[in-house]
């Protein structure tokens, strides 16, 4: 997993020209300390592999080898509730080629799970959904819970309404990654990672049931954001006093400020779902061409 985690950040480093530079380390260095990181180290999950082919996603679709990518999302399937959310926002975006690859690969998964495990598995598979750990104790690890879902939970009981309220927001994060996907048709790469690091914090917050050790994948979207705000062609540094002090040792500072208050308070860590969902309100303006 730590080798997953490596991998990932490199892959995303050659994609993000901006951390190309000697400071643009000190963010990728940090992503390895970030807590969901740890938790999934303890825990004996597999967050990396995750992250990794979300990473490879990104790299696939910036550089138009959609086959790639959807291959890479039938691979997801491990995992599926982090990645199947992306096929209706392909759709969107045009990438049929995604979607068929997509379609073999998770046929192929299908052959290879049914020749090595048998039909049984996927009676298996169904009966674990309705095991006490995703029905009672759904409502005991609520505060270690990161989504609508379980926001709304926390504050107001587990009950019809409450559930009905976490889906009604997950309906509009969908529909506000719908408007993003749409641009994506004729713009350059930064404006795909972009979209796509909304995508990944949209997957997030939508999710039921996701634990503290997949806010690991939120390294994807938070480097992607930085890269695009160090860009001088989008943000207009120059007008600043001490641009390099903001670009080299202020976004540091609030990234390793973000680590240790998370670290802190991470058993009520998901009171942060409105504010990531608001964050990707004003980053919809920034789907646009740098420069």
Not at 86 to 94: E, G, H, S, V
Not at 163 to 172: I, K, P, Q, R, Y
Request: aromatic share 10%.
């Amino acid at each position: 997993m730590l080798g997953c985690f490596v991998a990932s950040l490199l892959l995303l480093r050659s994609l993000l020209p901006a951390l190309q530079d000697r400071s643009g380390w000190l963010p990728l260095a940090l992503a390895l300390f970030f807590m969901p990181v740890y938790f999934a180290f303890s825990a004996g999950q597999n967050t990396g592999l995750s992250l990794l082919l979300h990473s490879g996603i990104l790299a696939a679709l910036t550089r138009r080898r959609d086959a790639l990518a959807g291959a890479l999302i039938a691979a997801g399937l491990l995992k599926p509730q982090l990645f199947l959310g992306l096929l209706p926002l392909l759709l969107i975006a045009r990438r049929p080629k995604a979607l068929a690859a997509f379609g073999l690969g998770a046929a192929l998964m299908g052959v290879l799970t049914l020749s090595v495990f048998g039909s049984a598995i996927f009676a298996q598979w169904l009966g674990a959904l309705g095991s006490p750990i995703y029905q009672t104790a759904i409502v005991e690890q609520a505060p270690k819970m990161f989504s609508w879902q379980a926001f709304w939970r926390l504050l107001l009981g587990a009950n019809t309404f409450s559930s009905a309220l976490g889906w009604t927001c997950a309906v509009v994060v969908v529909s506000g990654l719908s408007v993003m996907w749409r641009r994506v048709l004729t713009v350059d790469s930064d404006v795909v990672a972009l979209c796509y690091g909304m995508t990944v914090v949209g997957s997030v917050v939508m999710v039921p049931h996701l634990f503290v050790y997949d806010l690991a994948l939120l390294i994807l979207p938070g480097l992607v954001i930085a890269a695009r705000l160090r860009q001088e062609s989008f943000v207009s540094w120059r007008a600043l006093p001490g641009p390099q002090l903001g670009l080299r040792v202020v976004l540091p500072l609030i990234y390793v400020g973000a680590i240790f208050w998370e670290q802190a308070q991470w058993t009520r860590v998901q009171f942060l779902v409105p504010l990531l969902t608001l964050a990707l309100l004003p980053t919809g303006r920034l789907i646009r061409p740098a420069g």
